[in-house]
């Protein structure tokens, strides 16, 4: 390949040579033609060349980008799948989910009834404490269960709820004033529970005190002696003094069963 002075050059040359050989001018001048000829085809090819090499260069390129992109593609089509996989783990856990909560929904107002029956029978069963109290609770609850208008996870709530109260009783000292029935006439008394363990009750005059009897299912008088006991009781169950020993009549082992 020549450059282009280089082809000036050598013109110039055998023009030269052409004045001062007249003789050989024609065969000059064809070889002339004959080099330009080549040189010009030379600088084509390098021209065709030079093209060729930059469309290879594109096309390399263009292949280590498109490698790359393959590869990118790849990891994210694994990282597709997997999540795919995980989608559908998700989705079988989720049906089995919400049919199990179909069948908690058709289990749960019956359990709720049978709870509401036994609650229902243990405070007729129990000592008559707060009767009032109790009774309006159980009867809010017969009333809300009919109801379409409450879930069925709030009635469930609510049954839970009472059970708990019912049971803190048995933790708990109290005194309270309610009605009793004493001698045929209806009379007002303070009431003294311990826990679920005794149930007394005295006039407001002190002038009678008396229990609970879970055998005999009715009121029995106490002894004089323990009026004062008992009035001690009402006054620490109402923080009106501080804890102290309290002697008083419980229920026998087997009274208590």
Not at 57 to 71: D, I
Not at 107 to 126: H, K, N, Q, V
Not at 225 to 238: C, D, E, K, M
Request: hydrophobic residues 35%; proline residues 3%.
């Amino acid at each position: 390949m020549f450059s282009s002075r280089q082809t000036i050059t050598r013109l110039i040359l055998a023009a030269a040579c052409c004045t001062a050989m007249p003789v050989h001018a024609e065969a000059l001048n064809q070889a002339i033609k004959a080099d330009l000829a080549t040189t010009e085809a030379a600088i084509r090819s390098q021209k065709k060349i030079d093209r060729v090499s930059d469309q290879t260069q594109k096309l390399l390129e263009e292949y280590r980008v498109a490698t790359r992109q393959t590869e990118t593609l790849q990891v994210y089509n694994r990282y597709l799948q997997d999540l795919l996989e995980s989608q559908q783990q998700e989705k079988l856990s989720l049906q089995r989910q919400l049919e199990e909560i179909e069948t908690t929904q058709r289990e749960i107002l019956p359990l709720a009834l049978r709870m509401l029956d036994s609650l229902e029978d243990f405070i007729r069963l129990d000592m008559p404490f707060l009767p009032e109290e109790r009774g309006q609770r159980l009867k809010k609850l017969q009333q809300m269960i009919k109801r379409a208008d409450v879930t069925n996870a709030e009635k469930f709530r609510r049954i839970l709820e009472a059970f708990q109260i019912e049971n803190d009783y048995g933790n708990t000292i109290e005194a309270y004033r309610g009605g009793l029935e004493l001698n045929g006439s209806k009379n007002s008394v303070d009431f003294l529970r311990l826990g679920r363990l005794a149930l007394y009750y005295q006039r407001l005059d002190g002038s009678e005190t008396g229990y609970w009897s879970k055998e005999q299912k009715r009121w029995e008088k106490l002894p004089d002696h323990y009026r004062q006991t008992i009035r001690t009781g009402l006054r620490i169950a109402r923080k009106e003094m501080a804890p102290d020993l309290l002697v008083v009549p419980l229920p026998a082992a087997e009274d208590a069963k």
